[in-house]
């Protein structure tokens, strides 16, 4: 076996699957989802030179998803952003606290907030027309409502401010958490998207990052709004989220209504014991912890992908994917050993 080969994909896409994988249900192959796919694997999977504009970027994007057997393509709408005002460091990680830019009531009053009306949602359209038959679309926003504030605030100055001025707080929540809102209510309607996802992190490895209490006065409120109004046009919604999740898990499923969720590490919840306590409540997307992956022989990974689907067979509601997303530094070899797992 070759595994540094691209898998080839035999069947035509469906987006059926993965909308029965969403409604805890069993589809006609195992399913595959994934968040994000690095530059350089799309590259290598969709030769040509650089894109020259937005549409260009995402339609090399789907092209790639598609080859790799996924039924739909991943999409960060152009136009709407809160970091152009954020100054951070040129670095590969950096601080929470890094390039704040609202810690006082005047600078809440000067900060130019983006217009969620200047995205660019016509991109949507144009992209549906050459997705090949049977495929979707699925949006995701520029950071979800606690990601954006604490990019604005700063995470240790978030917290201080929740004591000491949190009135200042509260109305920046309000002011991400309403234009987010609108940015999915402009998406959503269109019929080439399939579902959406909202992304945003709410826990380090052993906690979340606000107390539960607070994130359900601060946060939740906005993705049981967000959730709703997908609903409302009939389509599903996916939660993409790093970081602890156990005791949020119930607001996750039941207060909100999210029809998926995605991010898991071995060290906070292996995906196999969180499948095992929650399946049939919600369904579980990917989970092959990217530190496996990369740690891991090709052999290994596949083995355990195909563990992963063996314990799903039968009872459903289960996508194979990464445990977040696919960055560089994974290898090909074991990367396509994962898909390979799910188009054997």
């Not at 000067?110 to 992209?127: N, V």
């Not at 496996?292 to 289960?318: D, K, Q, W």
Request: proline letters at 6%.
């Amino acid at each position: 076996m070759n595994w540094n080969e691209v898998p080839k994909r035999e069947d035509e896409a469906d987006f059926g699957r993965l909308l029965s994988v969403l409604r805890c249900g069993f589809p006609d192959r195992p399913s595959l989802f994934e968040f994000l796919l690095n530059d350089r694997l799309i590259r290598r999977l969709v030769p040509g030179p650089e894109p020259a504009d937005d549409l260009t970027r995402l339609r090399r994007q789907a092209q790639a998803f598609h080859r790799l057997g996924y039924d739909h393509a991943m999409v960060l709408i152009p136009g709407m952003s809160f970091a152009e005002q954020i100054v951070r460091p040129q670095k590969e990680t950096y601080s929470l606290n890094a390039g704040s830019v609202i810690r006082s009531r005047e600078e809440f009053d000067r900060f130019a907030w983006p217009d969620p009306e200047q995205a660019d949602y016509a991109i949507l359209d144009r992209l549906a027309e050459d997705l090949p038959q049977g495929m979707k679309l699925i949006p995701y926003s520029p950071n979800g409502v606690l990601e954006n504030v604490i990019d604005l605030v700063g995470y240790e100055a978030l917290c201080y401010l929740l004591m000491e001025d949190r009135p200042l707080i509260e109305d920046i929540f309000t002011e991400v958490g309403e234009r987010l809102l609108r940015y999915y209510a402009r998406a959503v309607h269109l019929p080439g998207v399939g579902a959406c996802v909202a992304n945003d992190d709410w826990g380090f490895n052993t906690s979340t990052l606000l107390a539960p209490e607070e994130l359900r006065r601060l946060v939740f409120p906005w993705y049981k709004r967000i959730v709703d109004l997908v609903h409302g046009v009939g389509k599903p919604v996916i939660l993409h989220s790093c970081g602890y999740f156990e005791e949020i898990m119930e607001d996750i499923i039941v207060d909100m209504g999210f029809d998926g969720r995605h991010s898991y590490e071995d060290q906070i919840m292996p995906v196999e014991d969180a499948y095992e306590k929650y399946h049939g409540r919600i369904a579980l997307l990917g989970g092959i912890d990217v530190d496996f992956i990369c740690r891991s022989s090709p052999e290994e990974v596949y083995g355990r992908a195909r563990g992963m689907l063996e314990r799903a067979a039968g009872r459903g509601g289960y996508a194979l994917g990464t445990g977040n997303s696919v960055p560089e530094y994974v290898p090909d070899a074991n990367y396509f050993a994962l898909i390979r797992a799910a188009l054997d």
